[in-house]
């Protein structure tokens, strides 16, 4: 299991039951591992999701994102899914949380 620290300052853990998930759904993630993590700890922005998750999201190539869905409680926190994009017009509609 992995664990990292989020801009609110939660850790957010990613276990390899949950990696195995993500991977068998988005078997272009299998070697992005740390990047996921990465993008929790440095996103370029965070919005909101529909049901109180967050989505990171970080440019990975021009034009080419990462989103990484989570979910955070007061003391701690888990990923959910990521995926990797190139349509962000949706996410940019979302409300906009945080951004560098």
Do not use: Q
């Amino acid at each position: 299991m992995d664990n990292v620290i989020s801009k609110n300052r939660i850790s957010i853990r990613l276990t390899d039951e949950r990696w195995a998930h993500i991977t068998e759904e988005h078997c272009e993630l299998a070697g992005l591992r740390l990047e996921v993590m990465e993008t929790v700890k440095d996103p370029s922005r965070i919005f909101a999701g529909s049901l109180g998750e967050l989505i990171a999201l970080r440019e990975m190539a021009k034009g080419k994102y990462l989103a990484v869905i989570y979910r955070e409680w007061e003391r701690d926190g888990f990923i959910i899914t990521a995926f990797l994009t190139k349509r962000i017009k949706s996410l940019n509609r979302r409300k906009l949380l945080w951004s560098k």
